[in-house]
């Protein structure tokens, strides 16, 4: 019932930038935070920002200071602006959108978790 989609992903050389967006949709009511994760080759998949629905933010530190990630509510979408790219940010980044509220197919309130399908970010040096 609800979906996410991402979009923004590529190809950059290093110290370029790329913006990325992720969108919900389906029968939702609120999304209290959302954030981006990503996943390179051979490593676990890591938190690089959240933010919640009152626009407070957290970042990992290996990104502070050059990615920025916001939040348009009215649209349920997220943003990560991402800036001084480097090859080690090379990865797919997954959006999540964290205690979804939303209606079940029986008309019913649910809360759960929801992921993106991943976009490729492939930063060349």
């Known amino acids: 019932q609800v979906q996410l989609v991402e979009s923004g992903g590529g190809l950059v050389q290093a110290g370029g930038s790329l913006r990325l967006s992720c969108a919900a949709s389906?029968?939702?009511?609120?999304?209290?935070?959302m954030g981006w994760y990503r996943q390179a080759p051979g490593k676990q998949r890591e938190l690089v920002a959240t933010?919640?629905?009152?626009?407070?933010?957290n970042y990992a530190d290996s990104v502070k200071g050059r990615f920025t990630i916001s939040r348009d509510n009215a649209k349920n979408t997220v943003y990560l602006q991402m800036n001084s790219l480097k090859p080690e940010d090379t990865a797919v980044y997954y959006c999540?959108?964290?205690?979804?509220?939303?209606?079940?197919?029986?008309?019913?309130?649910?809360?759960?978790?929801?992921w993106g399908q991943g976009t490729q970010v492939t930063v060349s040096s």
């Open positions: 389906g029968s939702i009511l609120s999304i209290d935070a």
């Open positions: 999540k959108a964290l205690d979804v509220s939303h209606y079940s197919s029986s008309g019913e309130v649910h809360s759960d978790d929801y």
């Open positions: 933010i919640t629905n009152g626009g407070s933010s």
